[in-house]
């Protein structure tokens, strides 16, 4: 499992780096009360309140999310551990800051 991550992460550094230099235009998450109406919403509507680690992870995709170049980031956890949560955050703020999302998620390899 560690050597296909590090083969899959030596092949993205190249990708990576060109990617670093073509701009992304930067969310903005600054108005709480009319721009984050869809995740606000979202998160409220959970049936469980949201770990402090899985908040900071929300903090660092809005983070990303905000800089001038496409983000790339891999959310890993167990069964069960709330990565579906974290991975609907990034459309709800893409929709948020006005873009169109197109969300594939692969049921067998």
Do not use: C
Not at 18 to 33: C, E, I, V
Not at 51 to 75: C, F, G, N, W, Y
Not at 86 to 95: V, W
């Amino acid at each position: 499992m560690f050597e296909e991550l590090l083969a899959h992460q030596l092949t993205m550094k190249p990708a990576y780096q060109h990617q670093m230099q073509h701009y992304s235009y930067p969310f903005t998450f600054a108005d709480k009360t009319e721009k984050l109406q869809y995740s606000a919403q979202f998160l409220k509507q959970l049936p469980f309140k949201l770990t402090k680690a899985q908040l900071r992870v929300i903090a660092e995709i809005a983070a990303d999310l905000s800089q001038p170049h496409p983000m790339q980031r891999l959310i890993q956890g167990d069964v069960g551990s709330g990565k579906t949560v974290l991975a609907a955050m990034s459309p709800l703020f893409s929709i948020e800051n006005g873009f169109q999302v197109a969300l594939m998620a692969p049921t067998s390899y």
